[in-house]
């Protein structure tokens, strides 16, 4: 083995370890750019003083080992607990389904959002139109996930004319 290619295949090992100190220890991306660097230096530097054969080698190991680390990186930085209905975690209530349609009272003043009692549940409303005053009939108008929106009831005697 010639000097060169020690040189090289330890600026190569160095590279690879600070990448992985990088992803397992210190996650501050500086060490990770250095071992990046350090193997493309490598690279290069076995293009210009080795054999081809020897140069496309490591270039294609570089790539197996980066795909190796990538998923290192992923299976660390990425959730692997489903959040599910099952467990537990809901992300909308499903009482809000039903409410689109349904009359109720506002709580407190809605200007433009407060709270509101409709069908018997307390719910966080959002008025579509002008504000609305606490204790005023409301009408539920769209229900998107948790948003719940209502406007003012017309009064009984012009929805009876």
Same mark, same amino acid.
């Given at each position: 083995?010639?000097?060169?290619? =020690? ?7 160095? #590279? /690879? ?17 250095? #071992?990046?660097?350090?193997? #493309? ?29 990538? $998923?290192? =990186?992923?299976? $660390? ?7 599910? $209905? %099952? ?7 499903? $009482? ?16 433009? =959002?407060?709270?509101?009692? /409709? ?9 579509? #139109? ?5 204790? %005023?009939?409301?009408?539920?108008? %769209?229900v998107e996930?948790?948003r719940v929106?209502?406007?003012? %009831? ?5 929805? =009876?004319?």
């Amino acid at each position: 083995m010639t000097t060169m290619l =020690a040189i090289i295949l330890l600026l190569y090992a160095v #590279g /690879i370890l600070l990448i992985i100190l990088d992803i397992l220890l210190i996650p501050t991306s500086v060490t990770s750019m250095i #071992g990046g660097g350090l193997v #493309g230096t490598s690279i290069f530097l076995m293009f210009k003083y080795q054999s081809t054969g020897s140069a496309v080698t490591l270039f294609i190991v570089t790539a197996g080992v980066g795909f190796g680390l990538a $998923r290192l =990186a992923a299976d $660390r930085y990425t959730l692997q607990h489903q959040l599910n $209905r %099952e467990d537990g975690y809901v992300g909308t209530d499903p $009482r809000h389904e039903g409410l689109r349609g349904k009359a109720g009272v506002t709580l407190t003043p809605l200007r433009p =959002a407060g709270k509101a009692t /409709i069908d018997g549940l307390r719910v966080d409303v959002v008025s579509r #139109g002008p504000m609305i005053g606490a204790d %005023e009939p409301i009408v539920v108008v %769209e229900v998107e996930g948790n948003r719940v929106v209502v406007k003012p %009831e017309p009064p009984a005697e012009a929805a =009876a004319a």
